[in-house]
């Protein structure tokens, strides 16, 4: 499992890489400690890079996500409204049929996600040694 994740964020570094232009800007320092918290220091940080991995595709609603990602619809709901608070991603229209794209704050600053990524998967085939 954990190897199936540490493959699937690799394959999110070469998504997020093959983004990159040369003209787009350095991340300020606030925009790269909000990426890092969201995706890193928080329980579900993986989950949210799923989705937003999953909404640089293409646009999708929230129950479209859940079967994607097959996950439960609440859980991808709590997301959502995590990474709608946070500026990632935008909604167009209401309640049940919302579509959510990503922001052009998270589109802008779309390299710092590369940061973020290295920093989770370190953390997550990092080792626990007790001693």
Do not use: C, W
Not at 49 to 67: D, G, S, W
Not at 82 to 97: A, D, F, H, P, T
């Amino acid at each position: 499992m954990q190897e199936k994740m540490s493959n699937q964020l690799l394959e999110f570094q070469e998504i997020i890489r093959s983004k990159q232009t040369s003209t787009q800007r350095k991340p300020d320092k606030q925009t790269r400690k909000l990426l890092l918290y969201l995706f890193t220091s928080t329980r579900g940080g993986f989950t949210r890079l799923r989705i937003i991995m999953n909404l640089l595709e293409k646009p999708l609603n929230t129950h479209q996500l859940a079967k994607e990602l097959e996950l439960d619809y609440k859980a991808v709901q709590h997301h959502m409204k995590v990474l709608e608070k946070n500026n990632m991603v935008s909604r167009i229209g209401e309640k049940y049929g919302a579509i959510f794209h990503l922001s052009n704050f998270l589109e802008i600053n779309i390299n710092a996600l590369d940061e973020a990524i290295v920093k989770l998967d370190r953390k997550m085939n990092h080792k626990k040694v007790y001693l």
